[in-house]
């Protein structure tokens, strides 16, 4: 039967530098170069983890509507 994993894990973060290094530290791992203008930042370094994808927004999403 094959393994069904995770690749990413996305995070919306009003105040993404200092989420990030929480995160960072909690996984040990490292902090990526940010991309498209700062408003994504990934987590990695960890091969038995998924990658955390941190996404820059504006304002609190109280409740995610899906």
Known sequence: MPELRFSFITLDCVDIDRIARFWADVLEGSIGE?????????????DDLPTFCLQRVSEPTPIRRR
């Open 34 to 46: 940010p991309m498209d203008d700062g408003r994504y930042v990934f987590i990695r370094d960890r």
